[in-house]
């Protein structure tokens, strides 16, 4: 799996980790049941601290996005693209996605900009979850 993150970036290391794998499964690049590198290797895949790649890992595994046992190690949820409670419960996308939408405001992004990238986008993980992602 290849991950692009930004090291200048004010976004912690761990956090685009989590973003660019929730961006992954949305996307149809990882599917449910996929596994995800152990920490080690993925931290020595993207040059940094595994204890940063843990983070990240952990952050998905309480946000019920990706399991983690000894055996199998970290795969993407199996029912990760289904509405189940455990997915719902404690999510906080609509405070990020308020505060998101704040800055587009704020930027002078034009309401109608907004709306049809957001159509555009949720089109394309429409497109990817009916079976046009890899796998």
């Known amino acids: 799996m290849h991950l692009v993150l930004d090291l200048d970036s004010e976004v912690p290391i761990y956090q685009q980790i989590r973003d660019r794998v929730v961006e992954a499964i949305a996307d149809g690049l990882l599917a449910p049941g996929a596994s995800l590198p152990s920490t080690r290797q993925f ?17 998905l595994r309480r946000e019920g996005i990706i399991r983690i046992n000894r055996k199998s190690g970290a795969v993407v949820h199996p029912d990760v693209r289904r509405a189940t409670a455990e997915l719902r419960v404690g999510v906080d996308w609509e405070q990020r996605l308020r505060t998101l939408l704040a800055e587009a405001v704020v930027r002078g992004v034009p309401e109608g900009e907004v709306l049809t990238y957001v159509r555009t986008t949720l089109e394309g993980f429409a497109k990817q979850s009916e079976g046009g992602g890899q796998g």
């Not at 931290?43 to 952050?59: E, P, Q, R, S």
């Open 43 to 59: 931290a020595v895949d993207l040059a940094i601290n595994f204890h940063t790649v843990n983070k990240a890992y952990d952050l």
